[in-house]
Structures are given as structure tokens and as C-alpha cells.
């Protein structure tokens, strides 16, 4: 029984890690790119470290796996943030079907209306 | 019936290596290829959480629980690299002379 769980959730954790990795490598631009690695990919790795700790099932081992996922959730979102600011902020293009920009709407409009 | 869950293991653990191994191959090319610097430290930070549940995935399958503290030390310092290319890349372009054009290579 355990063993059919941590099958199930071995070979779902890296499906998900699997097309994270398709994502990053066929989404046309950097924002999309980083939609598909930071969700799928955390989702990907917690679900092998919720496969270690039921495989394991001592209290020790499933704290450090809990422990592993809880800053996974917590850094992934930090990191993105800051790669995204980065790619903004350094000009890199938006796909061409990009729909709206509402960063460049906003600081173009405070730029219209301040001191210069 | 116990050998026959075993062999269930065995074959999704094979099976999942092999994805793992695929994708960080997906996420290297993407990192060579990235015309963007931020194109390449999020391939980067992709192939590292893709470490870190390759070393969670080797320690189901060789039964040592101590690869689970590397996976651990790994994403910590995976989160730090992130951090520390973002702001080097975000630095770097933002000093530079003529600053606007694209975030090239180099």
C-alpha cells in the first residue's frame, strides 16, 4: 500500500517537474517562461519530498521533508519575484501577443503626472 | 504480493529518474540557448529545484535518508543563487552607460 503511494506520487511529482521543463524550454518569453518553472517545478519537487516522507514514515525524515517543502513554498515565489523585477526592469521584450503592460500604463502615467 | 509493490517501485522510481533526467536536459538547453540573461537564471533556478527532487528521488531509491539533508542544503543554496544572479543581472544592465537595449548576453 505504502509502496503504491510513493509509486503514484513519484512518477506524478516528475510529470510535473517534466513539463516545467517543457514550458521553460518552448514558452515564448521570460515572464511566460517563469510561470511554467516556478509553479510547475515547486509542485513537481514537493510532491518527490511528500513521496520520500511516506516512504520513509519516521517522524525524523517526514520533518525534514515537511521542513524541505515549507522553504521551497517560501523561496519560490521570493526568487521569482526578484527574477522577474530583474528581467523587467532590464528591458527584456514581452512576447508580441502580449495583451496588456500594466507596469509600463502605471509608471507612464506617474511620469505624466510628476514634478518632470 | 509484496515483491509485486516492490517491482511497482522499482519501475516508478526508473521511470521518474528518467523524466528528471529529460527535463534538466530541457532546462540545460534552454539555459545555453536563453537570449536573456534572466532567460538563463531561470532556467538556472529550474534545474536546481529539479536537484533538489532528484537528490529526494535518490534517497527513496537507495534507502538513505541523509540525501534528503542535501536536498535541503541544496535548495537553500539554489534560493541564494537565484537571489544573487537576479540582482547582479538587474545591477549590472541598471549602472551600465547605455543602459536601455535588451539584456544581453554580454
Known sequence: MT??????????????AFAA???????????????????????GCGLILVAAAVHFGETGIVARAVAAIVFLMLTAPIAAHMIGRAAYRT??????????????????????QGTD | MMTEDGAILT?????AFILLVLAMGLGFVR?????SLPDRVVALDLVTILAVAFCALFSIASGEAAFLDVAIALALVAFLATVAFARFAERRILRGP?????????
Do not use: C, N, Y
Not at chain 1, 23 to 37: C, E, K, Q, T, Y
Not at chain 2, 11 to 15: F, R, V
Not at chain 2, 31 to 35: D, F, L, S, Y
Open chain 1, 21 to 43: 521543463a517543457l514550458g521553460v524550454l518552448r514558452l515564448p518569453d521570460v515572464f511566460i517562461r517563469m510561470h511554467a518553472s516556478t509553479k510547475a517545478g515547486t509542485l
Open chain 2, 98 to 106: 547605455k543602459s536601455d537595449q535588451s539584456g544581453g548576453g554580454r
Open chain 2, 11 to 15: 519501475w516508478a522510481i526508473d521511470i
Open chain 2, 31 to 35: 539555459m545555453a540557448r536563453g537570449p
Open chain 1, 91 to 112: 528591458g527584456v521584450p514581452l512576447w508580441k501577443g502580449t495583451v496588456t503592460d500594466e507596469l509600463a500604463e502605471s509608471s507612464a502615467t506617474d511620469k505624466s
Open chain 1, 3 to 16: 509502496e503504491i503511494a510513493t509509486s503514484i506520487l513519484v512518477v506524478a511529482g516528475a510529470l510535473f
